[in-house]
C-alpha cells in the first residue's frame, strides 16, 4: 500500500502524465481539424453520452477522448494524494501558512474537475432554440419552465459588427414570473444549473394579414382567428414546395420554398392558401381569402444547456484563482508552485 501511495505522490508522475495529455490533446486537435463536422456534434452534446452513442462506432477518431479522460483520471489521483501527503506534512510539522498556497491551487483544479465530470455525465445541451418577442417558448428537458424573449437591443458599428448586445429575457414557472434577466454576449443568464447563452437574432413571419371578403384580420401563426361573423380558422402546416400526389394529398417536393402553401383549417376541413407573395388568394369556406402581407417578428436564437456542475467549476477556478495571486503576492519561495 506505501508503494503505490509513493508512486502516486511521486512529482515524476505528474510531470509525465502532463506531457501525455499534452501529446494526447494535440491529437485530439489534428483530428478536430482533419473531421471537424464530427466533432460539432459532441460540442452539442454531454460528452459521456455522446461517447457512449459514437464512441465505439467511430473508434479512430474517440480514441484519443478515452485516453485523455484515462490520463486525466490519473492525474487528478495523483494530484489529490500528493496534496493529502504534503497538507499532512505541513500540518504535522507546523509550517508556516503560507505554505498551504500551492495546494490551493490543487484543490481548486481539484473541485473545478469535479464540476466538469458532473456536466460531462448529467444535464442537456440544447443549441438553436428560436423565441420570438413576446411568445412563450417552452425550456427544453424542464417542464413547466418557459422563456420568453422581451427586447432585444443591439448598436452595431460603422462596419456592421456588433458593438453592444442586450437580450432581455423572462422565465416564467407556472404562468408567473420567476425572473427578468439582460444576456450579453459572453454573459448568459443562469438559472438553477440552466445557461441560456445568445447565438443569433433576426427577423421572420410569424402571421399574416389577411384579407376575408373585405376584412381585414392580422392573424399569429399559433393562434386560432375569427372573422366578424363568428367564423373560425386556425393556420396549420407549411408546405415549401407545394404539390398534390394522384390520390390528392398534399406534399413538398422539396425544402426550399419555391410554391409554398399553409393548411387553413376551418370546420374539420382543411383548405391551402399559397403564401409566396402578397395579392393571392383562394376560396376558404365560401369566403375568399386574399394574401394582403407578412407579419414580420424580431426573434432570438439561443443555446440553452444545463450544466449541474457549474457551481463547482466556479468554486474550483475561484479558489484556483486566489491560490495562484496568495502564492506569486505573498509566498516567499515563487518556485514553490513548480518544485511541489
Known amino acids: 500500500m506505501k508503494k503505490v501511495w509513493r508512486f502516486f505522490s511521486s512529482v515524476s508522475l505528474a510531470v509525465v502524465l502532463a506531457v501525455l495529455i499534452c501529446l494526447d490533446a494535440a491529437w485530439g486537435s489534428l483530428l478536430a481539424m482533419k473531421v471537424p463536422g464530427f466533432y460539432a456534434s459532441m460540442d452539442q452534446a454531454v460528452l459521456f453520452p455522446w461517447l457512449g452513442e459514437y464512441g465505439l462506432r467511430y473508434p479512430g477518431l474517440t480514441l484519443w477522448i478515452y485516453i485523455l479522460i484515462a490520463l486525466s483520471a490519473l492525474f487528478a489521483v495523483n494530484t489529490f494524494i500528493c496534496t493529502a501527503d504534503r497538507v499532512y506534512s505541513i500540518i504535522k510539522l507546523n509550517r508556516p501558512w503560507r505554505s498551504f498556497y500551492p495546494h490551493i491551487v490543487h484543490i481548486g483544479f481539484l473541485v473545478a474537475l469535479l464540476g466538469h465530470l458532473s456536466g460531462s455525465l448529467w444535464g442537456f445541451r440544447s443549441p438553436g432554440n428560436v423565441l420570438f418577442i413576446g411568445q412563450p417558448q417552452n425550456v427544453p428537458n424542464e417542464p413547466g419552465l418557459f422563456a420568453r424573449l422581451d427586447d432585444i437591443d443591439m448598436k452595431a458599428t460603422p462596419d456592421g459588427d456588433i458593438d453592444s448586445l442586450k437580450v432581455k429575457i423572462t422565465l416564467l414557472k407556472g404562468g408567473l414570473r420567476v425572473l427578468t434577466r439582460d444576456i450579453r454576449i459572453n454573459a448568459p443568464l443562469i438559472y438553477r444549473g440552466i445557461a441560456f447563452y445568445y447565438a443569433d437574432q433576426g427577423e421572420a413571419p410569424s402571421g399574416l394579414v389577411l384579407d ?125 508552485l513548480v518544485r511541489r
Open 212 to 336: 376575408i371578403n373585405g376584412e381585414k384580420i392580422t392573424a399569429g401563426f399559433k393562434a386560432p382567428f375569427k372573422t366578424s361573423d363568428g367564423s373560425e380558422f386556425r393556420f396549420g402546416r407549411i408546405y415549401p414546395d407545394f404539390a398534390l400526389d394522384s390520390n390528392g394529398r398534399p406534399y413538398s417536393r422539396s425544402e426550399e420554398f419555391a410554391n409554398p402553401h399553409m393548411e387553413i383549417v376551418s370546420g374539420g376541413r382543411i383548405y391551402y392558401l399559397d403564401i409566396s407573395r402578397p395579392g393571392k388568394e383562394t376560396e376558404i369556406a365560401g369566403k375568399t381569402f386574399r394574401l394582403d402581407d407578412y407579419v414580420l417578428s424580431r426573434f432570438a436564437v439561443l443555446n440553452i444547456n444545463r450544466d449541474p456542475g457549474i457551481t463547482l467549476i466556479i468554486i474550483g477556478s475561484s479558489l484556483l484563482v486566489a491560490g495562484t495571486v496568495l502564492l506569486l503576492l505573498f509566498g516567499r519561495e515563487r518556485a514553490e
